[in-house]
């Protein structure tokens, strides 16, 4: 399975909104609706923020939105806020090779 | 609410053995996929394995393929990770994760997790 590509680091100010990306070398993401992506603190467990590329779980904010075009998903948190400071990963399912894997993170400064 | 409590970490010389336990509730555990994902110390994350709701079907990720066995008791609402011949690079938080529908591949709840430290 091909790796993901995510920005090491991005940030913004309060209210603004931003992109976090996603890329995979093949063409995996780009067919697959199995990407997700997860937020986690410092020292916290990671929490599912989007699933099959856009949807939200229930608890989760509107704030949070999932796509993609081509080979990248993306993730955009608009109307950004101090408590979205965190790390995001985002997660590719490999289908018929039965495995998971995970972009490299991307830390996200709340300015 | 969903609760998934991991527990048996702890420093483990290289070339010994770990067993990891995830106690579920809150859920029909017998119901769900599940899956161990871990995280080397200031790293990202990494799936490790993966178990079928009724235990039948296993997948494991190629770094741990053939040292590592996952297995779950339906009876005990219970996950467990067996790690054999630990190796230094093996050092990571290890987290239990739900799976989400079969449509939706994705890790809908997790636990604390427990570290494993790899040292002699």
């Known amino acids: 399975q091909s790796a993901l590509t995510q920005p090491a680091s991005v940030s913004g100010s309060p209210g603004q909104s931003i992109t976090i990306s996603c890329t995979e070398t093949s063409s995996d993401v780009g067919s697959s609706n199995f990407v997700s992506w997860y937020q986690q603190h410092p020292g916290k467990a990671p929490k599912l923020m989007i699933y099959?590329?856009?949807k939200r779980p229930s608890g989760v904010s509107n704030r949070f939105s999932g796509s993609k075009s081509g080979n990248t998903a993306s993730l955009t948190i608009s109307g950004l806020q101090a408590e979205d400071e965190a790390d995001y990963y985002c997660c590719s399912y490999g289908g018929s090779s039965t495995s998971w894997v995970f972009g490299g993170g991307t830390k996200l400064t709340v300015l | 609410q969903v609760l998934l409590v991991e527990s048996g970490g702890g420093v483990v010389q290289p070339g010994r053995s770990l067993r990891l336990s995830c106690a579920a509730s809150?859920?029909?555990?017998?119901?769900?996929?599940m899956h161990w994902v871990r995280q080397a110390p200031g790293k990202g994350l990494e799936w490790v394995a993966v178990?079928?709701?009724?235990?039948?079907?296993?997948y494991y990720a190629d770094s741990v393929k053939g040292r590592f066995s996952i297995s779950r008791d339906n009876s005990q609402n219970t996950l467990y990770l067996q790690m054999n011949n630990l190796r230094v690079e093996d050092t990571a938080v290890y987290y239990c994760?739900?799976?989400?529908?079969?449509?939706?591949?994705?890790?809908?709840?997790w636990g604390q997790g427990t570290l494993v430290p790899v040292s002699s």
């Open positions: 099959e590329g856009r």
């Open positions: 178990i079928s709701y009724d235990g039948s079907d296993k």
């Open positions: 994760a739900r799976g989400g529908s079969p449509s939706s591949a994705s890790f809908d709840d």
């Open positions: 809150g859920f029909s555990f017998s119901s769900f996929t």
